[in-house]
Nanobody, 114 residues
Framework: VQLQASGGGLVQAGGSLRLSCAAS????????MGWYRQAPGKQRELVAD???????NYADFVKGRFTISRDNALNTVYLQMNSLKPEDTTVYYC?????????WGQGTLVTVSS
């Protein structure tokens, strides 16, 4: 499984960005896709994920602000980020789970200015 993430950038506080992650390869075996983020010196943390069934899971710090969705025809998962805060500034990583194994895309930087 290969993952290509895009959509990061610079935005003012209160603004919005949409991250995209396109999967290729053995996509039929993916059972969950999601987004993590990692700030310098900190552990990588879950932002949101979405299972093949469509059920979603969000970290408390993004509930009500971020929405994860998927387009099965395009094998793509999206993260719509609204009401962004400066503390959301960090690198975001796309991930895909196949059984017990997780694949990772390259990070995409999100910078929120105050």
């Amino acid at each position: 499984v290969q993952l290509q993430a895009s959509g990061g950038g610079l935005v003012q506080a209160g603004g919005s960005l949409r991250l995209s992650c396109a999967a290729s390869g053995s996509i039929f075996s993916i059972n969950v896709m999601g987004w993590y983020r990692q700030a310098p010196g900190k552990q990588r943390e879950l932002v949101a994920d979405i299972k093949r069934s469509g059920s979603t899971n969000y970290a408390d710090f993004v509930k009500g602000r971020f929405t994860i969705s998927r387009d099965n025809a395009l094998n793509t998962v999206y993260l719509q980020m609204n009401s962004l805060k400066p503390e959301d500034t960090t690198v975001y990583y796309c991930t895909a789970g196949v059984g017990e194994k997780f694949y990772w895309g390259q990070g995409t930087l999100v910078t929120v200015s105050s």
